[in-house]
């Protein structure tokens, strides 16, 4: 996981003092690169000391080995995306054409897929694979952009002939999680993981028994509390909404994985299931 991306994962999690500094360097993290640990602590009306103990939280030396890593991750992000847009991460001023809109919001996609990919933890995706797998209904809930992740793991699930339901509305989710029992699983999707109300889907599951999965970018809060097994993305924000739109990417990809792994655990009934739906629209398709 980049630095940037594991700042943006952990700042909700950070003290007052510590939360300054990580929002001054996803502000500009290039401004880090010109001046010294005294300017950045004075910019942030903070100690020096603070500003170690936060470059120790992200598992770094010192001052120093921050600025090395942010301008290695700033080179490289320069040459992947060709000088078609600013800093990633940084705001996208409002007169950008469209090649650097699109080049910019490529590249944020790009990378939120491949940290993630890159940062997942697979005994944790292993387990998931396997309470879904033997789970008679999985049932799923997010809120906004986080609710296309659970109706296209519906959707794909239901291809397989197994029971899914994804439920916007959370009235109707809650009921539906209070009426789970052992053996199935409630599925919820939180960026922030802070949704209060995925956070309640969760916690109302799992007092009813079912095994609770979280696909988050974050590594604290409610969201990741009620969850039994915690499914992480990494993913930055900046503007144009793009930070939702790659943390819906992201949370596709660990979909995707999680449809794979479970229509590999059951192969044979599998194949036939995806048989049988492709010949039941196999008619409509020549229209």
Not at 24 to 45: K, M, N, V, W, Y
Not at 272 to 287: C, P, V
Request: glycine share 8%; aromatic share 4%; with cysteine.
């Amino acid at each position: 996981m980049s630095i940037q991306s594991r700042i943006q994962a952990d700042r909700a999690s950070l003290p007052p003092s510590m939360l300054r500094v990580a929002d001054a360097i996803l502000e500009d993290p290039e401004r880090i690169l010109q001046g010294t640990i005294t300017d950045l602590a004075t910019a942030c009306a903070t100690s020096e000391t603070t500003v170690v103990r936060f470059c120790h939280r992200l598992g770094l030396s010192g001052f120093s080995k921050l600025r090395l890593t942010l301008a290695g991750e700033i080179a490289s992000e320069r040459v992947r995306r060709h000088e078609v847009g600013p800093t990633h991460g940084s705001d996208l001023p409002a007169a950008s054409a469209l090649h650097e809109i699109v080049g910019e919001i490529a590249l944020t996609e790009t990378l939120g897929i491949e940290e993630t990919a890159a940062a997942l933890d697979i005994p944790a995706l292993q387990r998931a694979v396997e309470a879904i797998s033997a789970a008679p209904l999985v049932l799923m809930h997010g809120i906004g952009a986080s609710a296309s992740g659970g109706s296209d793991f519906e959707r794909k699930l239901h291809r397989l002939g197994r029971m899914s339901r994804s439920i916007p509305d959370t009235h109707d989710a809650l009921v539906s999680a209070a009426l789970l029992g052992p053996g199935q699983v409630a599925l919820g999707f939180s960026h922030s993981g802070t949704t209060t109300e995925v956070a309640t889907f969760l916690t109302t599951s799992r007092g009813a028994g079912a095994t609770t999965i979280a696909i988050t970018g974050s590594g604290h809060g409610p969201v990741v509390e009620a969850a039994d097994i915690v499914l992480r993305t990494t993913v930055r924000e900046s503007t144009y909404r793009s930070g939702a739109m790659a943390s819906r990417s992201a949370q596709l990809l660990i979909v995707d994985c999680l449809f794979v792994a479970v229509a590999q655990s059951g192969r044979d009934a599998t194949v036939d299931a995806l048989r049988t739906t492709f010949n039941a629209l196999e008619e409509y398709k020549r229209r």
